[in-house]
């Protein structure tokens, strides 16, 4: 159906497009023949023309985003009906660990599992690494913890409460994440933490940075932090992407961190230097880890590990 969708899109704009080119180039051999257009500027309305079509062209890919955005946000609407949510923050509660999982699982498709129903309890300042195999639902896990996705069976708590009973902005304050969904502003690197973290100041902008591994590089770069990152940050190498990901989530103060293969795209040498800093880093700071990965030696590394197994048929 979609498939369906993105075609019947395709096909419209394509027709819209060949018959808007085809309009244009008619009114500038009419605007010609009339004289009212000098010889001299035709090149230059040629060249606008090829360079509008060419920028339509990219239409069709964003009528399909914004249909498929459209259609989670209102999937999202529904699954989360308004309800009466705690405002106030979590107390803590010793006799409770800070996360814990009962049985927990969710389906893409209806009656098709991501994963085996899932326990785990994880004490506060606690470390874990969650590991599958590709597919098996790491990023999944990640997003049912932060409430993106709807929790369709079993139960998460925080703190001993249930997280259905804590509200989103509430619950979302508990951590900071970098996850393989996660946005960069093509804005510049000073710009993308003072979104997230509207107060921080450059010395803690490079703290992030240089526990990251990616200080060295920015201070390499003509502009340091006023250096712009692209689109999503596509100036950036994919390694380089996941340390900066990685940093956005080290500036924030919240009590847990959620990385999602920080190591990924990385030699080995700055993937074992990268996780000593964030151990080291959760170890100062008494924060919670749940760090994501494929990587059985950086699972080593942790004192914890659960594994994703694919649902029972």
């Known amino acids: 159906k979609q498939c369906l969708r993105q075609e019947l899109v395709d096909t419209i704009l394509d027709i819209v497009r060949r018959i808007s080119f085809v309009l244009y180039l008619l009114l500038l051999i009419q605007a010609l023949s009339s004289g009212s257009l000098d010889p001299r500027w035709l090149a230059v309305w040629l060249l606008l023309l090829l360079g509008?079509?060419?920028?339509?062209?990219?239409?069709?890919?964003?009528?399909?985003?914004?249909?498929?955005?459209?259609?989670?946000?209102?999937?999202?609407?529904?699954?989360?009906?308004?309800?009466?949510?705690?405002?106030e923050p979590v107390p803590a509660n010793s006799s409770s660990?800070?996360?814990?999982a009962k049985n927990i699982s969710f389906s893409y498709t209806a009656g098709l599992p991501v994963f085996a129903p899932l326990s785990f309890e994880l004490e506060n300042g606690g470390a874990i690494a969650v590991r599958g195999d590709s597919g098996s639902g790491k990023t999944t896990l990640a997003q049912l913890l932060l409430k993106l996705l709807p929790l369709e069976q079993g139960e998460l708590y925080l703190s001993g409460i249930s997280i259905g009973q804590i509200s989103d902005d509430v619950l979302r304050s508990y951590f900071a994440a970098s996850i393989q969904t996660c946005?960069?502003?093509?804005?510049?690197?000073?710009?993308?933490?003072?979104?997230?973290?509207?107060?921080?100041?450059?010395?803690k902008i490079w703290q992030a940075l240089d526990t990251a591994c990616l200080g060295d590089t920015v201070r390499t770069m003509r502009l340091q932090?006023?250096?712009?990152?692209?689109?999503?940050?596509?100036?950036?190498?994919?390694?380089?992407?996941?340390?900066?990901?990685?940093?956005?989530?080290?500036?924030?103060?919240?009590p847990c961190l959620i990385l999602d293969e920080p190591t990924d795209g990385l030699d080995k040498t700055t993937g074992t230097s990268l996780l000593e800093n964030i151990i080291s880093h959760i170890t100062q700071k008494g924060k919670t880890l749940i760090l994501i990965t494929h990587d059985k030696e950086a699972a080593s590394m942790l004192p914890k590990e659960i594994w994703l197994s694919p649902p029972q048929n």
Request: aromatic share 6%; proline share 4%.
């Open 52 to 87: 509008l079509y060419g920028e339509l062209s990219v239409l069709s890919s964003a009528a399909v985003q914004l249909i498929s955005s459209r259609q989670s946000a209102e999937r999202v609407l529904k699954e989360f009906p308004k309800a009466e949510f705690t405002q």
């Open 97 to 100: 660990p800070f996360l814990s």
């Open 183 to 203: 946005h960069i502003f093509s804005d510049s690197i000073r710009g993308n933490f003072t979104r997230l973290h509207p107060d921080i100041t450059d010395e």
């Open 225 to 254: 932090l006023d250096e712009p990152m692209g689109e999503n940050g596509s100036r950036l190498s994919g390694g380089q992407r996941n340390r900066l990901l990685t940093a956005l989530a080290l500036a924030s103060e919240a």
